[in-house]
């Protein structure tokens, strides 16, 4: 599944983006991506030495780094050395993407054609934008909205109350009343008296048989996409910020919090009011205790607890202690 959420425009060559530096290979940028995913004609960032293993393998065109990690890019990518890489790359996400810093309302906003859902259940009041796709069966609740462009597989239900934007969402979803899927997230870079918007031009990617409970936010991505994995469920009021991509078969308690750019393996349970720090790599099968904070990575098979979060067996031990 694909769809184009923002305004992008056509022809933007590297040279017009960065005037500054000289390029052996100037080319039009097809777009802004991770490491990871970046091609030969797209523009990216590398930041951070956490990301040292997809900067290495990087067939990335171009890419804002620093100084001092410039040396973990290949030779074939050419590199924008800076001194604040998030800001140069928000500028530039701006000028490609012009409206992504601000979520204007949906002024395509209609009441659905009963021709073109002829096999969805809608309850009163609901809303849908231009090029809205959803599947056979589904049902939706009253006051619902879902925007332009999203896409909502079959059988799916949704609740009353909630708006759905910038989505991509797989067959028998279920999500309860008042959530908020698709939003932009919460990035912007302090500078002196000023923070500057950090645009988002990602989605979020809702897989099958997801079950998401009453008052959830789930924000899309900022270059990359928000990913809520198969058979996961979500209790009420969990909070899952920008980048976040949680595995399949999760069971998430209520109240949980993700910053952004973590990612979660597969089989992971997370106990109610727990706090996930961001750019964490959590493993598979992981349990983490209720109330818990987590600030590093965690392996697969583990079971932490506490704040800051610690191993079963090393939190029993300290609270022993007391």
Do not use: W
């Given at each position: 599944m694909s769809s184009n959420f923002f305004f992008k425009k056509k022809i933007i060559k590297l040279s017009k983006?960065?005037?500054?530096?000289?390029?052996?290979?100037?080319?039009?940028?097809?777009?802004?991506?991770?490491?990871k995913f970046s091609k030969k004609n797209d523009l990216s960032f590398f930041d951070s030495i956490k990301y040292?293993?997809?900067?290495?393998?990087?067939?990335?065109?171009s890419c804002i780094t620093t100084r001092s990690?410039?040396?973990?890019?290949?030779?074939?990518?050419?590199?924008?050395?800076?001194?604040?890489?998030?800001?140069?790359?928000?500028?530039?996400?701006?000028?490609?993407?012009?409206?992504?810093?601000?979520?204007?309302?949906?002024?395509?906003?209609?009441?659905?054609?009963?021709?073109n859902y002829k096999y969805v259940k809608f309850s009163n009041n609901v809303l849908i934008g231009k090029n809205v796709k959803i599947g056979k069966n589904c049902i939706i609740g009253a006051n619902t909205i879902i925007e332009k462009n999203s896409v909502i597989g079959k059988e799916c239900v949704i609740g009353s109350n909630v708006i759905i934007k910038n989505t991509l969402m797989g067959n028998r979803v279920v999500l309860q009343d008042d959530c908020k899927i698709g939003q932009k997230g919460f990035g912007f870079i302090p500078i002196k008296n000023k923070n500057f918007k950090f645009p988002h031009i990602?989605?979020?990617?809702?897989?099958?048989?997801?079950?998401?409970?009453?008052?959830?936010?789930?924000?899309?991505?900022?270059?990359?996409?928000?990913?809520?994995?198969?058979?996961?469920?979500?209790?009420?009021?969990?909070?899952?910020?920008?980048?976040?991509?949680?595995?399949?078969?999760?069971?998430?308690?209520?109240?949980?919090?993700?910053?952004?750019?973590?990612?979660i393996g597969n089989n992971v349970s997370i106990g109610g009011q727990a706090g996930i720090?961001?750019?964490?790599?959590?493993?598979?099968?992981?349990?983490?205790?209720?109330?818990?904070?987590?600030?590093?990575?965690?392996?697969?098979?583990?079971?932490?607890?506490?704040?800051?979060?610690?191993?079963?067996?090393?939190?029993?031990?300290q609270n022993t202690k007391k």
């Open positions: 983006l960065f005037p500054k530096f000289k390029f052996q290979r100037d080319f039009q940028i097809n777009d802004i991506k991770t490491l040292k293993n997809d900067a290495e393998k990087t067939k990335a065109g990690l410039e040396k973990y890019l290949p030779k074939t990518v050419q590199k924008i050395i800076v001194e604040n890489v998030l800001i140069e790359l928000s500028k530039a996400t701006n000028y490609i993407y012009p409206n992504s810093n601000i979520d204007y309302p949906d002024i395509s906003l209609k009441k659905p054609n009963k021709k990602g989605k979020v990617i809702i897989e099958d048989d997801v079950e998401i409970a009453s008052a959830c936010t789930i924000d899309r991505g900022s270059i990359d996409d928000t990913i809520i994995g198969n058979n996961t469920y979500l209790d009420n009021q969990v909070h899952v910020a920008h980048n976040v991509k949680i595995g399949s078969n999760c069971m998430i308690a209520g109240q949980v919090g993700f910053a952004g750019s973590s990612s720090s961001g750019h964490l790599k959590i493993g598979n099968n992981v349990r983490v205790g209720g109330g818990s904070g987590v600030v590093k990575d965690i392996d697969d098979n583990e079971t932490v607890m506490g704040y800051p979060a610690v191993p079963l067996k090393n939190f029993i031990k």
